[in-house]
């Protein structure tokens, strides 16, 4: 991983919440760049798919949605 200087004020909160994780701060920053940069769905989100027995199906959802307008073609 290439090197990143990051000068941050001592008065945020990031050093006592790095602490907090019992992580160095240069993890922790790490950390919540790589959580805020992902590109799918958490695990504790993909284990609710299907959970709702009574969701409508996509066809009920677009049922009342009439028409769409032309588009163009590129």
């Known amino acids: 991983m290439p090197p990143l200087n990051l000068y941050v004020d ?3 909160r990031m050093r006592r919440a790095a602490e907090a994780a019992d992580m160095s701060l240069s993890t922790w920053v790490a950390t919540i760049v790589i959580e805020k940069t992902a590109n799918q769905w958490p695990d504790e989100v993909l284990a609710l798919a ?3 027995n009574n969701f409508p199906s996509l066809e009920e ?6 028409e769409d307008a032309p588009r163009e073609s590129f």
Not at 61 to 66: V, Y
Request: charged share 15%.
């Open 10 to 12: 001592e008065s945020t």
């Open 50 to 52: 299907g959970a709702w």
């Open 61 to 66: 959802i677009r049922a009342g949605a009439g």
